[in-house]
């Protein structure tokens, strides 16, 4: 099981290798789409990313409430718990 500290250090390594947000602006409060210039084809390709860390589906409908960092490494922990 990864501990919150793990997902946060994975999605960080992601959102920097894939789509080449600044490390220095990854933060738990960044915003993904106003803060780390996110688009929502950037978030599907980062679903994608999260369901072959979880090995879990993640439903779009559950995506749509995540805002900031924090939240995308609360889903995930969620989806890793379930």
Not at 16 to 29: A, C, G, N, S
Not at 36 to 51: E, M, W, Y
């Amino acid at each position: 099981m990864l501990s919150k500290d793990e997902v946060y250090d994975h999605l960080a390594h992601r959102l920097t290798e894939m789509f080449e947000v600044p490390p220095e602006k990854i933060r738990p409060d960044a915003r993904l789409y106003e803060d780390l210039d996110l688009d929502s084809i950037d978030a599907v390709d980062l679903v994608v990313k999260l369901q072959e860390l979880t090995g879990k589906r993640v439903s779009p409908q559950d995506f749509k409430s995540v805002r900031t960092v924090s939240d995308v490494v609360d889903k995930v922990r969620a989806l890793l718990d379930a």
